[in-house]
């Protein structure tokens, strides 16, 4: 692989996503949407091809089947300028897909094949390629199951020892033990970003500042609850905020928590003060969801640039 800003490490799938329907169809029904997409989907997909928009040189490493979806998707983020020797190829496996439907104004609703993510383990990721990254970026833990705690807090040490920052975000499929599988990593964690309801099922606590604190205690250098149209909860070592939305109009959620991650990660890599973080979180995921697809939407930075000088993101500290 060639050397570049961030490694982004983990889910990738091949989104199928309908522009929003009117309802449901009933069984046996066929209700017309204006448009569908086959897109990039997947954590490690989406925020890699929105750091590329905002002009950094991000390479993906993740799992893909033997089959046309494979190569479709390393074809996609090929496009997008992405470097994609890091993807392997699982004999036997199906490439991951996931079917989102959206209907107007409901949430969305998914459909999905796990396929060959479920072998991704923390040896795909080079040790080299981590040291020469400047952030490594994980996301999908603990959706992955062969991605054990011990062996990504092994990879966290290589790029702590670097001086690579990290930042783990998650997917949790449902309420379990999950606070044993983070007790390794959090410590060697510089921004650890997980939605409310994630947070709830891996805490047993729904209160998302309560949940911000909890995550800081068990070693996490900075903490961000996405909120979904709530906005954010943030707690670091010395700052705590409560973000609002930016304005914008919502016609497909999917990608909004990968743009947000996207837009953290390039004022992190700025050294930029929890605040911009915020910012520039907020704006990439409020630009993601004005159109289908986890990145069709998203701003270029010299577009972020514009939109964050002509809004304000409402900040109260708590």
Known sequence: MTQGDVLCA???????????????????????????????????ANVAVN???????????????????GRVLAQMLAEAGLETSGLTVTPGRLTSQTLIINVAGQDR????????????????????????????YVGGYLLMARLEPEHLAE???????????????VAVPSAGPWQAAL???????????????????????????????RFREMGARRVAITLGAEG???????????????????VDASGGGDAFAAGLIHALLEDWPASACLRWGSALGASCVRAIGTTTG???RAEADIFIAQHDLPLTPW
């Open 232 to 250: 954010v909860v943030w707690a670091d070592e010395r700052e705590r905020w409560r973000a609002g939305t930016y304005p914008t109009q919502l």
């Open 183 to 213: 007790e390794k990593v959090l410590p060697l964690t510089d921004a650890f970003l997980p939605n409310q309801d994630e947070a709830a099922l891996i805490l047993g606590e729904s209160d998302p500042r309560q949940q911000a604190l």
């Open 10 to 44: 983990g889910i990738v799938v091949a989104d199928h996503v309908c522009a929003p329907i009117a309802r449901m169809p009933t069984a046996g029904e066929l209700v017309m949407s204006d448009s569908m997409l086959l897109t990039l989907g997947g954590c490690a």
């Open 298 to 300: 998203t701003f270029s």
């Open 155 to 169: 990879l966290f040490t290589v790029a702590r020892s670097a001086n690579v920052l990290t930042v783990l975000d």
């Open 51 to 69: 750091l590329a928009k905002l002009g950094l040189a991000p390479w993906v490493v993740g799992r893909v089947g033997d089959d046309v979806w």
């Open 109 to 136: 609703r998914f459909i999905h094949h796990f396929g060959a993510n479920a072998d991704f383990t923390a040896a795909d990721v080079d040790t080299d390629q981590v040291r020469r990254a400047r952030l490594l």
